[in-house]
């Protein structure tokens, strides 16, 4: 604990969000590249040293600021695979409209991810990671990387159109009206004809 | 002409794209408001006032230099109802597969539209309009709006995660396969139920 600040300060849990958020604001800024973990550090209101006994090295902090701001396993479960479209695109707008704040991360997320190949790197492996959960308990052949992957490109950019660009037909339509529209493109991915190569 | 370069200096239509790349680079780099004319300018090897002869303000270099890598209107040309999915999916894989240069400046794109709400403004009305090119050969009632931007958010969705973020499962897959795994999902929103609010 030797990097940890004394007195009352945020509790490590606290300072460590605080990291988090001025990190996922600095990449999304800045790039990874012209990030650094002073500037992170001085954002935060902590020591440096703070950042380097939680995340060692800024690529550590940039895997952990690039998490998905929500548990793909926990809003996934039980999911029943006719109904799997629907109540994929449900969960999933439902927690976009519920919480601002992951929208604003989501927005940092693929910022950085599009400033940087190594940002761009993990991610890819957040968002496979991610879908191949939902899928894990419905499909299980050597199509589900795909049908998993197809469906994170929808999902993408549903909530890229209806969250970060407005696009005004998506923006203004209920969740209800996205779900009868795109609940069925992505049952389609989850059990229509996929070939993979 | 007044602002206009005398002498052996790359043509009108030269400069002019030169602008364009400059312009997109930064802003991709620095967001809209960090980046400045003069800057622009420099990297292209230009005179400021050239930029303010093509382009007026900022706000009109943002402008210019957002728009799509290709023709909507001619690159949908002759799209046939019953097939529409399909075709559209193979038609704007073949523009990126084919055209590098097409890819880099939708990936300076998409960072300049994440980078500040007037590049998404702008970006909206582009991609608006594009989509809406499309489908109006194909859909006429009110539905065409919402339909046209559904399938640009899978559209949006495929070509982020195959050209920028890279997913394995859609880097990897054939043209083919992903014009058969995504067009009935495009198909569906050429022609399914979709209500518009």
């Known amino acids: 604990m030797s990097g940890r600040p004394k007195g009352r300060r945020p509790g490590s849990s606290g300072a460590r969000e605080q990291i988090l958020r001025a990190a996922r604001d600095t990449f999304a800024e800045l790039g990874y ?3 650094s973990m002073r ?3 001085s954002r935060a209101g902590v020591d440096p040293a703070l950042i380097h006994h939680y995340f060692g090295t800024k690529e550590g902090l940039l895997q ?3 998490r998905l ?3 793909p396993e926990e809003l996934f479960a039980g999911i029943t695979p006719g109904q799997a479209g629907e109540q994929i695109v449900r969960r999933i707008l439902t927690v976009w409209e519920e919480n601002p704040a992951a929208r604003q991360q989501y927005v940092a997320l693929m910022r950085t991810a599009l400033s940087n190949e190594q940002a761009a790197a993990i991610m890819r492996t957040v968002l496979a990671g991610a879908a191949l959960h939902v899928l894990e308990s419905i499909v299980s052949d050597r199509t589900a990387p ?4 197809l469906i994170g490109t929808q999902l993408g950019g549903l909530t890229l159109g209806r969250y970060v ?3 005004p037909a998506i923006a203004d339509a209920s969740v209800e009206e996205l779900v009868a529209a ?3 493109a992505v ?3 989850v059990d229509g004809p996929v070939v993979a190569g």
Not at 146 to 149: I, N
Request: charged residues 20%.
């Open 146 to 149: 795909l049908r998993a992957a």
């Open 69 to 71: 701001p929500f548990d």
């Open 165 to 167: 660009i407005k696009v």
């Open 187 to 189: 049952q389609h991915y």
């Open 182 to 184: 795109v609940g069925p």
């Open 39 to 41: 500037l992170v550090a």
């Open 33 to 35: 590249d012209r990030a």
């Open 64 to 66: 952990a600021s690039l």
